[in-house]
């Protein structure tokens, strides 16, 4: 795995959040992941799916992003990178944007590549 190929596989994942269809981001997610977020712990695949959902709902044309993309470690069956996010939206018909820092981690499932494990956070004050 070179890191060509796994920002790849992460940008397609920012591709269908983006996307704003849950049915795009699951293709990418595995069954068994576990996101953390500052407000909510997702132990289920239907946990991430209303997670993102209120989301959407709350901010309307949210973009995502990733930015100073490191990957941490890199084998054949996992990688894991850190990065900034930025998300930019209308939250009650007004511009707004934010951003935190991520943590992904990847695994090898079947011979594809699958999120197990997402962590947002804010920055450090």
């Not at 079947?110 to 947002?120: G, M, Q, Y």
Request: charged letters at 25%; a neutral charge.
């Amino acid at each position: 795995m070179n890191l060509n190929e796994l920002n790849i596989i992460l940008s397609n994942y920012i591709k269908a959040t983006n996307s704003h269809n849950f049915t795009e981001v699951k293709k990418c997610i595995d069954l068994e992941a576990v996101y953390w977020f500052t407000s909510k712990t997702c132990e289920s695949i239907d946990e991430i799916e209303a997670f993102f959902c209120n989301t959407w709902n709350l901010i309307r044309e949210e973009k995502y992003s990733a930015h100073n993309v490191k990957w941490i470690s890199i084998s054949n069956e996992s990688a894991t990178c850190i990065y900034n996010f930025k998300w930019e939206g209308y939250i009650d018909g007004f511009k707004k944007s934010g951003g935190g820092r991520a943590t992904n981690v990847f695994q090898k499932k079947n011979d594809k590549w699958l999120l197990t494990h997402e962590h947002l956070s804010s920055f450090p004050i």
